[in-house]
């Protein structure tokens, strides 16, 4: 598959440098001219099909491109690649406005929420492009926003607000996506290199089902995915996941007998509360009273986009690990845990890689009220190995 992503020319509020977003704004006479001649390197390349904002800026772009064109493009108008839309901040000049902010997904600014419009174009990929196109050549045109998260999902491997605000392609320029190595989902732009690697030395800053597809290389997009069933708008949800090793280097692994699942113990967390608070409330509920519960360390974060549970989701999740404590009471599951068949144990890592495998050849087949959709289980399960091969190496670098 190819993706062209050309974003549109420029109009006189990019020439004045002023916040563009959801206000309608027409190309420029030198936006013309410009789109002319990108349309002129279009003109000869076979585009099976185009997706464009029907903002006008966008939609002038892509006739024009259609123009220079003897075999014209089928376009259609998707609402999902329209433009942020930047609120009172619209129209004001950006030498006065810290673009972190702008782009920090806390929402300093009390504009369009960043997963609010990321959402839209994140189903759009996964839901449209990558299911019903993914032998063809498409032609996206859209703006500065909606190019980020294109890059970010499909070139970086990331969403963190720093990475995100750093990109932007010039007006009029073409970015080009191809999928690697026959693969579903891992995307490269072709003058970006980027790809992180799985054996990085870090926690993944985002999990998506390219990451996933890295592991599991046989599974397909049909296996990752319910596309039927990607929800319209996600629930954003921020956890915290506790490594909790014993002295003799075992680590703490939740076990559920009726899901067939093995994953480290984590529980949802409110982000306005005080974390502190929260994680001793977790050490508490899952692993019973361990004395001392002051001395453990914040070793990271992932943000996990999880497109077909049943409520679609973003998963933001703060890893914290406590090293070499006791466990000294028996642990308190919910009544939740309790009718999925709750365990908590401890194991060598060798003997979690073994579990884990075993868990998602056995979840595969489970049916009834306890199972759940295939991503959720290769997500967690990516999730948790990430994490533990982050830590292993934190500790061998201690030891060294």
């Known amino acids: 598959m190819k993706i062209l992503f050309v974003r549109h020319g420029k109009t006189e509020w990019n020439n004045q440098k002023k916040m563009q977003g959801g206000v309608d704004i027409p190309l420029s006479e030198d936006g013309i001219d410009h789109a002319k001649k990108m349309a002129e390197k279009l003109a000869k390349i076979n585009i099976d099909i185009a997706f464009c904002s029907p903002l006008t800026r966008a939609k002038q772009t892509i006739e024009i491109i259609n123009n220079y064109r003897e075999n014209k493009m089928p376009i259609i108008y998707k609402e999902a690649l329209q ?141 990752l995915i319910d596309l039927n069933n990607i929800s319209k708008i996600p629930k954003i949800r921020y956890r915290a996941s506790i490594i909790f090793e014993k002295e003799d280097g075992k680590i703490a692994i939740e076990r559920y007998s009726n899901t067939k699942e093995f994953k480290i113990p984590a529980r949802t967390i409110d982000p306005k509360r005080k974390i502190l608070h929260q994680v001793r409330e977790i050490l508490l509920q899952m692993t019973g009273y361990l004395g001392d519960i002051c001395d453990f360390n914040n070793i990271g974060e992932t943000i996990e986009i999880r497109p077909s549970d049943p409520v679609a989701e973003i998963v933001c999740t703060q890893v914290y690990c406590i090293s070499k404590a006791d466990l000294v009471a ?47 289980k290769k997500s967690i399960a990516l999730r948790d190995k990430l994490i533990l091969d982050y830590y292993c190496s934190l500790r061998k670098r201690k030891a060294t």
């Not at 129209?91 to 839209?120: M, Q, T």
């Not at 308190?332 to 890592?349: A, V």
């Open 83 to 223: 433009e942020r839309d930047y609120g009172l901040y619209e129209g004001r000049n950006k030498k006065y406005l810290n673009y972190d902010l702008i782009w920090d997904y806390s929402n300093p600014l009390n504009i369009e929420n960043f997963f609010d419009f990321a959402w839209p174009i994140i189903q759009f990929i996964f839901g449209t492009l990558l299911r019903a196109y993914k032998d063809k050549t498409v032609l996206i045109v859209s703006h500065g926003g909606v190019s980020k998260i294109f890059e970010m999902l499909l070139s970086k491997n990331s969403l963190y607000p720093e990475e995100v605000s750093a990109y932007l392609p010039n007006n009029s320029e073409i970015i080009t996506y191809t999928n690697l190595e026959g693969t579903d989902f891992i995307f490269n732009n072709i003058e970006n290199t980027n790809v992180k690697n799985i054996e990085e030395d870090k926690l993944f800053e985002i999990i998506t089902p390219n990451m996933i597809s890295l592991y599991f290389k046989d599974l397909k997009i049909n296996e």
């Open 330 to 376: 028996e642990p308190l599951p919910d009544s939740k845990d309790e009718m999925e068949g709750f365990e908590l144990d401890f194991y060598s890592l060798d003997e979690i890689e073994k579990l884990m495998t075993k868990g998602l050849s056995q979840a595969r087949g489970l049916e009834g009220e306890f199972y759940r959709p295939l991503i959720s």
